[in-house]
T-cell receptor, first 119, second 111 residues
Framework: NAGVMQNPRHLVRRRGQEARLRCSPM?????VYWYRQLPEEGLKFMVY????????ESGMPKERFSAEFPKEGPSILRIQQVVRGDSAAYFC?????????????????FGQGTRLTVV | DQQVKQNSPSLSVQEGRISILNCDYT??????FLWYKKYPAEGPTLLIS?????DKNEDGRFTVFLNKSAKHLSLHIVPSQPGDSAVYFC??????????FGTGTSLTVIP
């Protein structure tokens, strides 16, 4: 059972180009989360998606950033016209919504991240 | 709006001693709490979790304590080992939905 797969692991883009980051969730998982980690900072929530729906995008910058999780295929985080400040590690996580009678809940499984460098 | 907060960005502890990492949350509706461990250049991995119906969960050297009235969560590592040096993130969710993460605490265990 493969884990969360993110590709590419490393991505270099020139200012003004587009960056596309891909995330394949674990098999059967329909919830996907994107987080960004800037240098020397913690995980910052960006967007939460379920299949074909954006549930919460309150952490997404208003411009240039978009995300999708189509019915078929991976989730895509797209950054248009990248700037140096977009350089960061972008992590994707997936989960299976589950609440058990004993109170145990679901966990989010993370990919290894995509490190975006804008030059 | 940071619903999960880790106010200590870093912590240094001698090998063999106890490490205590703290986390506070604001949303009383959270019903599940998790601690993730992250090494450089890797994704976070789940270390230990606790349901809101419990106040303590123990797994080997790791114990998580939950104080619902204070909306406070802590992770105890005893004895601390150099391999425990990593960034630790506290997280919470409700009904198995969206996860909220703290900003992390970087733990350094000194040999």
């Amino acid at each position: 059972n493969a884990g969360v797969m993110q590709n590419p692991r490393h991505l270099v883009r020139r200012r003004g180009q587009e960056a596309r980051l891909r995330c394949s969730p674990m098999k059967g998982h329909s919830h996907v989360y994107w987080y960004r980690q800037l240098p020397e900072e913690g995980l910052k929530f960006m967007v939460y998606l379920q299949k074909e729906n954006i549930i919460d995008e309150s952490g997404m910058p208003k411009e240039r950033f978009s995300a999708e999780f189509p019915k078929e295929g991976p989730s895509i985080l797209r950054i248009q016209q990248v700037v140096r400040g977009d350089s960061a590690a972008y992590f994707c996580a997936s989960s299976l919504r589950r609440v058990s009678p004993d109170g145990s809940n679901t966990e989010a499984f993370f990919g290894q991240g995509t490190r975006l460098t804008v030059v | 709006d940071q619903q999960v907060k880790q106010n200590s960005p870093s912590l240094s502890v001698q090998e063999g001693r106890i490490s205590i990492l703290n986390c506070d949350y604001t949303n009383s509706m959270f019903d599940y709490f998790l601690w993730y461990k992250k090494y450089p250049a890797e994704g976070p991995t789940l270390l230990i979790s606790i349901s809101s119906i419990k106040d303590k969960n123990e797994d080997g050297r790791f114990t998580v304590f939950l104080n619902k009235s204070a909306k406070h969560l802590s992770l105890h590592i005893v004895p601390s080992q150099p391999g425990d040096s990593a960034v630790y993130f506290c997280a919470a969710n409700r009904d198995g939905n969206q996860f909220y993460f703290g900003t992390g605490t970087s733990l350094t265990v000194i040999p």
